[in-house]
C-alpha cells in the first residue's frame, strides 16, 4: 500500500502553519514522523473537504 512520511522536522512551513494543520489537530507535533496511507490521506482530504478538520500544511524541504 502507498504511504507518505509526514516528518514535521523536515517541513518548510512548520511554525508558520502547524495551527491549521490536520497532523497537529489530530496528532499534536509528532516527535518522529508519521505516516498515512492513501486510503488514510482520502479519508482527511475528505474530512478538510467537508470543513471537520484542516487540511494537511506539509510541505517537504528540499
Not at 24 to 44: D, F, I, K, N, W
Amino acid at each position: 500500500m502507498e504511504t507518505v512520511m509526514i516528518d514535521c522536522d523536515r517541513c518548510e512551513v512548520r511554525g508558520l502553519a502547524c495551527d491549521d494543520c490536520v497532523i497537529s489537530v489530530l496528532m499534536g507535533v509528532p516527535g518522529r514522523p508519521a505516516s498515512l496511507t492513501l486510503e488514510e490521506q482520502r479519508a482527511l482530504r475528505a474530512l478538510a473537504d467537508g470543513g471537520l478538520v484542516p487540511p494537511l500544511r506539509h510541505v517537504e524541504a528540499l
